[in-house]
């Protein structure tokens, strides 16, 4: 299985304010993926980060407000910019491993005040 | 696109097995997950299966997938407190290995 890192795990963040999500995994992986799972609900995809290349968001999520990096084949961010309440969410990390299993790292727990 | 659907709560006793069901749209959807969460935790990866299987047994965990109806169900035998968490079902397709998620069952487990 692979083993997934995020950071940081919890944060209390000031509206207005952005904050980068890093997420390291220990294997070299094809495609990271970036899901939200906002309070009380499920997760929903943000977007897909390949290596090289631009991240492909998914409809109603844009680059300016989530910006993506994806400098190698174990490391990704995610920025959360000009935060509001409404991105207090848990922004989660994942992975395809062998055999088509999903990993996904603990999360990054983002409470924005 | 694809739709998930999940039952929100299921109350069992301990000792007793459990049944969490899903329902998908997509018939398409080549692999299809289950996944825990705990509280304050991440997700964590129980079991999945493959459209071209109809059963999966990993412990006490199994799987049944209903092709024709769409339809994924994961037992849990002998329910312990610890299993008290919220399930999620999850399907994927080949070419895409973004996850559509249902909505999650949240599982109490009475001791």
């Known amino acids: 299985s692979a083993v997934i890192s995020q950071k940081p795990s919890r944060d209390i963040c000031q509206r207005g304010t952005s904050l980068t999500i890093q997420c390291q995994v220990d294997s070299q992986v094809t495609m990271m993926f970036w899901y939200r799972q906002q309070p009380g609900q499920s997760l929903t995809l943000i977007a897909t980060?390949?290596?090289?290349?631009?991240?492909?968001?998914e409809s109603g999520f844009v680059i300016d407000k989530f910006p993506i990096s994806r400098p190698n084949l174990t490391f990704s961010t995610l920025t959360v910019s000009n935060m509001s309440p409404e991105d207090s969410s848990i922004y989660l990390c994942?992975?395809?491993?062998?055999?088509?299993?999903?990993?996904f790292g603990e999360g990054s727990w983002l409470t924005v005040v | 696109g694809e739709d998930v659907e999940q039952s929100l709560f299921l109350s069992v006793r301990e000792g007793d097995s459990s049944v969490i069901n899903c329902t998908y749209t997509d018939s398409s959807s080549t692999y299809l997950y289950w996944y825990k969460q705990e509280p304050g935790a991440g997700l964590q990866l129980l079991t999945y299966?493959?459209?071209?299987?109809d059963m999966k047994q990993d412990q006490r965990l199994t799987v049944l997938l209903n092709k024709k109806d769409k339809h994924l169900s994961l037992r849990i035998a002998d329910t312990q407190t610890g299993d008290s968490a919220i399930y999620f079902c999850a399907g994927g397709k080949e070419g895409r290995r973004a996850l559509t998620f249902g909505s999650g069952t949240r599982l109490q487990v009475q001791p």
């Open positions: 980060a390949n290596q090289g290349s631009e991240a492909t968001y």
């Open positions: 299966i493959f459209s071209n299987m």
């Open positions: 994942s992975v395809e491993g062998a055999g088509n299993t999903i990993y």
